[in-house]
């Protein structure tokens, strides 16, 4: 299925800005990935807990639900090519900051690098989210969905390449050269992004006031706190219990954990990528949103009690891994839809003038339901195991789907 509107000079230069956008957040997510596992193991090595290691990323997570919120206003100011660079020159650093020898490596230090890579990784997703609204017409929902969908699900297959080039070059060349050899690349992508991307990109035909950060629209009000609990959803068992649940229970190596969670990834990545397939056309219908709405309701519905079963598996059944391994196939292919449909619906639903204005702070709720995922991951898995991630999962889940009921219903007239 083509991703282009008809042929025009306009419509090849908006290709042309696509695919630059595309290939910076491409290697922006291969760093980010590889560093969080990267992170994971060698913490663990060195002793941490569960809960200590959750902390690790505690001002990730936290640094990104400002930056979304900051973000979005700056980058309708200044414009979104300015953000997105500006993205990739701080993981360079963050990245460069871990370079200090293993014994100035302190739980602090780790935490200020970490919260320059949360501000780098949303303002780069920011960004990349908010220009596909500004590259294709109103009109075009089908393309735009499209769009959304392959961006969204292709930075999360790299994002399972970088989970498992994590845990090889932690084997292969250990800490410090892993971290030294990511932050040369991207130092290289940052300054091709320089000449290649659009000047003028996203920034705003007025100037938003720092107070209108927050959206006043119902809607993606909704559509927020509905991400909120989605991703917090995932990350509550995926961020922390799942890989020191492989790695302790399990047995498993770092090249085997690295190489699980990037199938994973990638799998989830490659089905959202293919999300309007398994929606179906009706739902970028121009004339109509509420059909993209109705269908996060069902994806949501048949999401929530994946995790539910998965627990009462791992209890009650003989061979726990398997159950476990097979049910979090299953949930990443049902999550990647719900994640697809969210994406698209966001960037319908926001504003074309100022459209980083209302990503932003959606994309600051999926940062506040990471954030709250993690540090939930840690604890739940600390004290009751990861069988009582699932379950936390499964509530956070059915809150979603409500969540998502209540926009349907308001949209329904």
């Keep these: 299925m083509p991703l282009t509107t008809p042929t025009s000079a306009t419509a090849n230069a908006a290709l042309r800005q696509y695919a630059v956008v595309t290939a910076n957040y491409w ?3 291969l760093t980010d990935g590889a560093l969080r596992m990267l992170i994971v193991l060698h913490f663990y090595q060195l002793g941490f807990t569960p809960l200590a290691i959750a902390s690790l990323f505690l001002f990730y997570e936290l640094f990104g639900v400002i930056t979304n919120l900051v973000g979005g206003w700056l980058g309708a100011r200044v414009g979104l090519n300015k953000t997105m660079n500006i993205g990739l020159l701080l993981q360079v650093v963050a990245l460069s900051m871990l370079l200090l020898p293993a014994p100035l490596l302190t739980v602090v230090w780790v935490m200020a690098a970490q919260a320059l890579s949360g501000i780098a990784k949303d303002l780069n997703k920011m960004s990349a989210k908010s220009s596909l609204k500004l590259l294709l017409p109103d009109d075009a929902q089908g393309a735009l969905y499209r769009w959304v969908a392959l961006l969204t699900g292709s930075k999360n297959a790299l994002k399972g390449v970088g989970f498992f080039l994590g845990g090889l070059l932690l084997t292969l060349f250990g800490f410090q050269g892993a971290i030294a050899a990511m932050a040369a690349a991207l130092a290289l992508i940052w ?11 996203g920034k705003s035909k007025f100037k938003p006031k720092f107070k209108e950060i927050f959206s006043k629209s119902p809607a993606i009000n909704k559509l927020a706190a509905a991400r909120l609990f989605l991703f917090g959803a995932r990350d509550v068992w995926f961020v922390i219990a799942l890989p020191l649940y492989l790695a302790t229970t399990a047995g498993w190596s770092q090249t085997a954990i ?9 799998g989830y990545g490659m089905v959202q990528a293919l999300a309007p397939v398994f929606t179906g056309r009706a739902v970028a219908d ?40 097979g049910g979090l196939m299953l949930f990443g292919a049902v999550f990647a839809v719900n994640s697809a449909l969210h994406s698209y619906l966001i960037v319908r639903l926001a504003g074309r003038d100022g459209v980083s204005l209302d990503v932003g702070f959606y994309y600051m709720a999926n940062a506040m339901g990471r954030l709250v995922g993690t540090l939930l991951s840690g604890a739940v898995y600390q004290t009751a195991g ?13 809150l979603t789907l409500l969540i998502s009921v209540s926009l349907a219903r308001s949209n329904s007239h």
């Design 258 to 266: 690295g190489s699980f969670l990037a199938v994973w990834v990638i």
């Design 386 to 398: 990861l069988p009582a991630c699932l379950w936390v999962s499964s509530g956070f889940l059915v």
């Design 191 to 201: 300054g091709l992004s320089l000449f290649l991307l659009q000047r003028d990109l």
């Design 27 to 29: 290697a922006f997510t």
């Design 286 to 325: 121009p004339t109509d949103q509420r059909a993209g709405i109705f269908a996060a309701v069902r994806w949501a519905a048949v999401l929530c009690s994946i995790p539910l079963f998965i627990s009462i598996g791992m209890v009650y059944s003989g061979e726990p891994l398997w159950i476990l391994i």
